[in-house]
């Protein structure tokens, strides 16, 4: 399922327990710029899900994390990739999915979707990690 722009992701019950997505809302809207998805690892816990993609982010053990969507785009990186890859939109039929509808997406969600990339690096930032340097 091919995810180009913004999509609303929600915490599972056990991401609204998690030392780093606690802190977020319990749903909110993502960037994300793929076609594949991923299978939950073994002994892996399934974090955010999506009603179109339901493994968007998973934790393994205290340290490791995977995410489907990215927290670290800014505008200008979105402004880039939607002309870079112009070669994604062909064929697609959603609005969603239409260069204009990304760029007036990101307008309108980029400053929110800042902050909560920022919450989610401080708490990644200060905890510290078990078995690890501290």
Do not use: C
């Not at 998690?18 to 816990?45: G, R």
């Not at 402004?79 to 959603?94: A, N």
């Amino acid at each position: 399922m091919k995810e180009i722009g913004w999509y609303d992701v929600s915490l599972t019950r056990i991401g609204t327990i998690d030392p780093f997505f606690s802190q977020l809302p319990n749903t909110f809207p993502v960037f994300q710029w793929h076609e594949d998805t991923f299978e939950i690892p073994h002994s892996a816990i399934l974090i955010v899900t999506s009603s179109l993609v339901p493994h968007q982010a998973f934790r393994y053990g205290d340290n490791a994390y995977g995410l489907q969507f990215h927290l670290e785009v800014t505008q200008q990186m979105i402004r880039e990739w939607v002309e870079t890859y112009e070669d994604e939109f062909k064929g697609l039929k959603s609005p969603l999915l239409s260069k204009p509808q990304i760029l007036a997406n990101t307008e309108l969600k980029i400053k929110p979707y800042k902050e909560v990339g920022l919450k989610f690096l401080r708490s990644f930032f200060r905890k510290p990690m078990k078995g690890g340097m501290k």
